[in-house]
Structure formats: C-alpha cells, structure tokens
C-alpha cells in the first residue's frame, strides 16, 4: 500500500496549484491525512492535516487563509489547493496517512512532487 502524489509543478508568485493523493491499497477515509513539505536546507514541516473523523483540521499559520484540506471519498483522494502562493512556499510536498492512535512517524507516505514558485 502507499500513496501516489500529483499536481506539483512551476507557477508564478499569486498562482494557485492543487496537490491531489491517491490512496493505492488503502482507503483514506479510514486515516488521518496530512501534508508536509521540505525545502532545501530545511527540516520538514507540517502544512496541513485532516483527522479520520474529518472533525479536525490544522494549517501551519504560513499557509492560513491560502491553502485548503480536503478529500474526495469517492475517488480515494486528498487535495491541497494552494492559492497566492508566494516563493516561500516552494518545496517538495509530501502527503502521509496515519491510522487513528498513530503518528506521522508510523504514517505512510507518498513518494512527493516539486512545488516551485518562482518569476
């Protein structure tokens, strides 16, 4: 089982990008999702999470108010919409899903794609 990221690309300072991963031989319903990026020289941080109950939803204080969580069940996929993305934000984007009870560190993880936000 593991998870399939797309959606990464090269966009202009104020664009928008959606991130979507897909669940292969798990379904995400039953898991909290989340997504993580790293930058070069940078330790990975949390962007945005989502918990199993959908009753939960954290976004890193950079990213409030610009990026959005969310899933589709009936296609097994989580989205993160990027919108006035700045050149801070590039990175590559990872998104994880973890069992209820567990941590990121026990998570599955999808294999990431590149965000660059550059003129």
């Known amino acids: 089982a593991h998870l399939v990221e797309s959606g990464g690309g090269l966009v202009q300072p104020g664009g928008s990008l959606r991130l979507s991963c897909t669940g292969d031989g798990l379904t995400l319903a039953e898991y909290s999702v989340g997504w993580f990026r790293q930058a070069p020289g940078k330790e990975r941080e949390g962007v945005s999470c989502?918990?199993?109950?959908?009753?939960?939803?954290y976004y890193a204080d950079s990213v409030k108010g610009r990026f959005t969580i969310s899933r589709d069940t009936t296609k097994n996929t989580v989205y993160l919409q990027m919108n006035n993305l700045e050149p801070e934000d590039t990175a590559v984007y990872y998104c994880?899903?973890?069992?209820?009870?567990?941590?990121?560190?026990?998570?599955?993880w999808g294999q990431g794609t590149q965000v660059t936000v550059s003129s």
């Open positions: 989502n918990s199993v109950s959908g009753g939960f939803t």
């Open positions: 994880a899903a973890a069992e209820a009870g567990h941590g990121w560190e026990d998570a599955s």
